[in-house]
């Protein structure tokens, strides 16, 4: 079975500090592919970041990287000088095997709010 | 610029009726997905369809149906709702190849069923 585990339902920081969110998985798959989602209120989702399993050296998009630690099975998400339009739900997303014609599960979701 | 639409934002059905949600993407892509979206427990997979005609159950077919007659569209069909089917509907579509394929999105279709 394939799981996504995010174990921060909601998390609040001030403009500017960085801010780390925390998603664990379980795939039995060799080969996998993981994603950062981000949902802001009341609009579309949108991909933040991805990563393949493949390969060690971790994902950055500007101010978003991740840890992937594939032994522990652990995938966060870390966004550096945070901005208010950064105020979104943040969703960790498994995609195992290699195509794409494969499903994607999805976390429960990180509710992250940047205070003024 | 990439589209997935969503034929309702909203909709208010009664239960026991029948409801179509309906999902169109502009990107000729091969791969269709329609989630449900619910607080706590975040996204989880109705149907999906890698290609015309095709698809495979996800996590929680139970009490829906999809029909996917055209590449560009697929459809998801309540053939009785329910008043546990009340949610957010996510429709997307995603870049063909391997595993790191992009999903896009539709604005969601948030159903009442009363």
């Known amino acids: 079975a394939q799981t996504v585990t995010q174990s921060q339902p909601e998390m609040s920081v001030q403009e500017a500090e960085t801010v780390t969110l925390s998603c664990t998985y379980d795939t039995s798959e060799n080969n996998y592919y993981l994603f950062w989602y981000k949902q802001p209120p009341s609009r579309q989702m949108i991909l933040v970041i991805r990563q393949e399993a493949y390969k060690q050296q971790n994902a950055t998009e500007n101010r978003f990287s991740v840890n992937f630690q594939k032994a522990a099975k652990s995938f966060s998400l870390k966004i550096s000088d945070s901005q208010l339009g950064d105020t979104a739900m943040y969703f960790c997303?498994?995609?195992?095997?290699?195509?794409?014609?494969?499903?994607?599960?999805f976390g429960s979701g990180t509710r992250l709010s940047i205070r003024p | 610029d990439v589209k997935v639409t969503q034929s309702s934002r909203y909709l208010v059905k009664r239960t026991g009726e029948k409801v179509f949600l309906e999902c169109v993407q502009d990107?000729?892509?091969?791969?269709m997905f329609w989630y449900r979206q619910d607080p706590g427990l975040g996204l989880r997979l109705i149907y999906f369809s890698y290609d015309v005609k095709m698809k495979e159950k996800g996590d929680i077919p139970e009490g829906y149906s999809v029909s996917r007659e055209k590449k560009e569209r697929f459809s998801l069909i309540l053939e009785s709702a329910s008043t546990n089917q009340t949610s957010m509907y996510l429709c997307?579509?995603?870049?063909?190849?391997?595993?790191?394929?992009?999903?896009?999105f539709g604005e969601g279709s948030r159903l009442t069923v009363l």
């Open positions: 990107m000729d892509h091969e791969n």
């Open positions: 997303a498994l995609s195992p095997g290699y195509s794409s014609a494969s499903k994607i599960i």
């Open positions: 997307a579509s995603r870049t063909p190849g391997q595993g790191n394929g992009e999903l896009f």
